[in-house]
């Protein structure tokens, strides 16, 4: 059964340096997103990408962060200048259709 | 987006039907509702959707009330395996490039137990 992938499973950094966390989605899929799990906390919605653009956006995802299908089977999420708040599990979604949205397993970033 | 209610905690005796409740009564006609679960720390799991009518599929039940301010997820044979948090969402459905995000809430902790 096809399923999303990420890599990293774990990213340890420093803070102000920048990562960038990877996602293959499932391959049909055209519709892809970020979320984002402080430990204890609620899953956060992050962005959501389609058609090669941004389609919505939360308060969350500032100017620090950005997004990219550099290859039409990728899709990452970069964090320019990490700060000790970004420390969260990060989840990348897909979706074919209008309905179901189809998760990865998540990277763990820790900010030092 | 319409907001949700649900109990923050519940138990299942293994076998056993768990049913979850979830209140929604700011919803709007071309929101669905959907639910998934979060295993640990896992990514989560879609589990099944709907607009208005009664839906199943092979993990479970979804009965919406036909005023769509509340429904209940039904999971017929709970398992241990179904111990997670579940969450109920409502949602447009993605339609070119609007809709579709996900506003996650507390959700239920569904314990099961032998």
């Known amino acids: 059964e096809p399923e999303v992938t990420q890599t990293p499973s774990h990213q340890v950094t420093q803070m102000g340096q920048e990562v960038i966390l990877r996602c293959v989605p499932i391959?049909?899929?055209?519709?892809f997103y970020w979320y984002r799990q402080i430990l204890g906390q609620k899953v956060e919605f992050l962005v959501s990408f389609y058609n090669n653009e941004i389609s919505e956006k939360s308060e969350i995802f500032d100017d620090q962060f950005s997004v990219e299908r550099p290859d039409g089977s990728n899709f990452t999420l970069k964090i320019r200048s990490t700060k000790l708040e970004d420390s969260a599990m990060y989840f990348c979604a897909s979706g074919d259709t209008t309905y179901e949205q189809y998760f990865g397993p998540g990277t763990r970033l820790t900010v030092t | 987006d319409a907001k949700t209610t649900q109990p923050p905690s519940m138990d299942c005796a293994e076998g056993r039907a768990a049913n979850l409740p979830c209140n929604h009564s700011t919803i709007s006609g071309n929101e669905y509702v959907y639910w998934y679960r979060q295993i640990h720390s896992q990514g989560p799991q879609y589990i099944i959707h709907?607009?208005?009518n009664n839906e199943t599929n092979e993990m479970a039940s979804l009965i919406i009330t036909e005023d769509r301010k509340s429904s209940t997820l039904i999971l017929p044979h709970a398992t241990l395996r179904d111990t997670a948090v579940y969450y109920c969402?409502?949602?447009?459905?993605?339609?070119?490039?609007?809709?579709?995000?996900?506003?996650f809430g507390q959700g239920t902790e569904l314990s099961v137990k032998p």
């Open positions: 969402i409502v949602s447009r459905p993605r339609f070119y490039n609007q809709g579709g995000k996900l506003i």
């Open positions: 391959s049909n899929h055209l519709y």
């Open positions: 709907g607009l208005k």
